[in-house]
């Protein structure tokens, strides 16, 4: 069973900072896209970042380009997602995902395996 366990999330001012992290279980972690979204209160869950399975290649959406980084240590089964230039619009549950498939996508219902998702609220 793959598990997916997210940290770093917290409470920070808009303009600020965080790194989350999400640590993955298996040896087969080299294999998966891997990518984050995130969910604000009564909205549904959408896209952030994506990153390919070799970490060569990266996809973001409009709303965080320029401001956010998803990258991956295929050695410590990890995929992290710097964010600077916080809003308070960033401001929702973010989740990791693992994805068997070869293609980076955007889609939520093609990823496999899904963490608990880590709280991130940013103060205006």
């Known amino acids: 069973q793959v598990q997916l366990v997210e940290s770093g999330g917290g409470l920070v001012q808009a303009g600020g900072s965080l790194r989350l992290s999400c640590a993955v279980s298996g040896r087969t972690f080299s294999s998966y896209v891997m990518g984050w979204f995130r969910q604000a209160p009564g909205k549904e869950r959408e896209f952030v970042a994506a990153i390919s399975r070799s970490g060569g290649t990266t996809y973001y959406a409009d709303s965080v380009k320029g401001r956010f980084a998803i990258s991956r240590d295929n050695a410590k089964n990890t995929v992290f997602l710097q964010m600077n230039s916080l809003k308070p619009e960033d401001t929702a549950v973010y989740y990791c995902?693992?994805?068997?498939?070869?293609?980076?996508?955007?889609?939520?219902?093609?990823?496999?395996?899904w963490g608990q998702g880590t709280q991130v609220t940013v103060s205006s």
């Open positions: 995902a693992a994805d068997t498939g070869v293609v980076i996508t955007t889609n939520a219902g093609t990823y496999d395996y």
